[in-house]
């Protein structure tokens, strides 16, 4: 991926835990022993697959749409929060310049660090 060539090697190992299954959800748990629940940790009921805990709970939805309008604040450019943009950092489609694009992905990592941090919490903080 273009985007990583020059950045941090932790940005870059979050990017890699994310997209080689690093991090173990409840139903990946289930799946190894049945005491642990299939159910999300945040509490809102549904199983905890990988997309998820990522992205799709709706307590990961107002995170990261506050993210997002961070990022929109910062850089007064209007993304429309997709799993490829905010998992991925893909940006193909976006016309902005590479260092804005930098800025961007390193926004997201954050964001992503922080979800990783709190990946057990039962309330992920979701005001910044
Ligand atoms: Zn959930």
Same mark, same amino acid.
């Given at each position: 991926m273009r985007i990583l060539k020059n950045i941090s090697i932790r940005i870059k190992e979050n990017y890699y835990k994310v997209v080689w299954r690093w991090y173990l959800t409840p139903i990946r748990l289930n799946q190894i !022993?049945?005491?642990? %629940?299939?159910?999300?940790?945040?509490?809102?009921?549904?199983?905890?697959t990988y997309i998820h805990m990522w992205w799709s709970c709706k307590y990961v939805q107002k995170f990261w749409e506050n993210v997002f309008k961070e990022i929109k604040g910062i850089t007064k450019i209007e993304i429309i929060g997709r799993p490829e943009i905010a998992?991925? %950092?893909?940006? !193909?489609?976006i016309q902005v310049s590479k260092e804005l694009k930098e800025l961007i992905a390193n926004l997201l990592t954050a964001a992503r660090l922080l979800i990783a941090k709190k990946w057990k919490a039962t309330i992920l903080l979701v005001n910044l």
């Open positions: !022993d049945k005491k642990y %629940s299939k159910k999300c940790w945040r509490g809102c009921q549904e199983n905890g998992l991925l %950092s893909f940006m !193909d489609n």
